[in-house]
């Protein structure tokens, strides 16, 4: 009796307060965590902790010790308190979403802390039910409906087109939406229906629904719609050109397109039933013109194209293999006939050539393998010819020379002709070289030793003929005294030539003196000079004589 009376004394002291109420938001099937005092410390002084709802208490801790619990519902063995004071809730359902209270007694004062409680569940999934077969352009259509279950609060549906979000407008896009309330779990269903009037640009269109971030598979539609305009199409493998087939091809904006069309072949109707295309075999040039085709049902629905057929003739004359003689001439004839403008140009032996070939007069560098090609455009055709010029063979040069070693001569002999000539010497070699056979020419080198002054015959043949040449070739010392005696015959020569000049000039000089006898004039300077230039005449004399005789 004493110690309630004390107790009801310490309670009436108290002070009592009440905080503003905080929200927290749980999953459903979770355990959520209900702060006290919105997760504040413990107060030092500390005496008791309780948490309680409108229908009871729930359970309460006495400092330093373990927490009691006290409610006999379906809290019972659902409730804890963690260690910082916190009301812990497992298995959330929506009947926890209510207001507990957490009181707190410290010193003198009393306090409580309310917590509103709000239980969220996201949506189980999103489908797309009740889809429409096909869209017809222009015509309302309920695409489908969207649903969405087990969801709190409510969820919200979005319809997307290519991921972009349809608002409806009340014309063509029209969207209703309904909600319905499971009464034991009290969670939420929603559907939502999409009425869609669709365009042409929707045939490829992925329509998707979601909520809360999630979406439904992307589903698609047939929208069909009637033909408005059709095109001719040409297929063909490369250029069109004389032999080929060529495939015509009708094609039509509808959906679904015509299965049957006309083809209008240079004036002939050709009817085509489940196929939008047609072939022409084997092409000429006079398949070249218009072509149309149109729908059966409606002619007027047509299209056409002007079509040309490339051809290319080319023919070269002469073809083959052409042989020519040495300087007769070789008339090219190059005829085409085309559809377009043309490209011509020349090879020889695979070399580019920068104009056409001529033969006037042949020479054996004319001889080789000549292609033309002809191309328009893709189109590509070639010609070729294989020219041979012969002749007799002719020796265009013969020369000696002495060996590098001083020791020995080199005779030379050039020559032309073909088939390749057959060089021959009339005297044995220590060494012959031959040059390679190159247009027509031939150069071959025989290294000799003479001991006597001999004439060298130099001859080449082939099938066609041969000719030769000769050459003198002397000994080392007959080569020797013929060096010494040119050389005395050019200094004889100098001597002649400077007497000459001196005599010369000397008769001018005196012709010179006697005018001036005649006028009366003073030759004093004149006659010393002459003296002077006699003495100059004579000395020159005296060199050019020494040097002939060195």
Known sequence: MHFSSCLCALLVALVYQVSGMDTVIGLYGETIEVPCNNGAPKPKDLFMTKWKYDDGDLLTQLKDQDASVIATDKYKDRVSMAENSSLLIAAATLKDEKTFTCMVVAGADISEYPVKLLIHKAPTGVEITALATELEIGKPTQLGQCRTSDANPAASITWFKNKKPLVADGKGIIISSNVKVDEVTGLTTTSSTLQYTAEKGDTAALFTCGALNTLSSPVSFTVTYPTERISLHVISKGPLMEGANMTLKCKADGNPPPTSFNFHILGKVVKVENSDSYTVTDVTRESTGEYKCSIIDNAKMEDSKNITINYLDMSLSPSGKVMKSFGEGLTLTLQTHASGDLKVSWTKDNGKLDSSPKFDKLTYSDSGKYEVVV???????????????????????????????????????????????????????????????????????????????????????????????????????????????????????????????????WLYMKKSKQGSWKTGEKEDGSTEESKKLEEKIEEKLEENSQKVEV
């Open 375 to 505: 191309t328009m455009g893709a189109l590509i055709k070639k010609a070729s010819f294989e020219l041979v010029v012969e002749g007799v063979p002719v020796i265009r040069r013969v020369a000696k020379r002495r060996s590098e070693d001083g020791q020995h001569k080199v005779l030379t002999c050039e020559a032309e002709g073909s088939p390749k000539p057959t060089v021959a010497w009339s005297v044995n070699g220590t060494s012959a070289d031959e040059s390679p056979y190159v247009n027509g020419k031939i150069t071959h080198k025989l290294t000799i030793v003479p001991t006597v002054n001999l004439t060298v015959v130099c001859t080449v043949s082939n099938e066609h003929g041969q000719d030769t040449r000769t050459i003198n070739v002397s000994t080392y010392s007959s080569d020797e005294g013929d060096t010494t005696k040119l050389v005395v015959g050019v200094i004889v020569g100098l001597l002649l030539a400077t007497v000459v000049v001196g005599l010369a000039y």
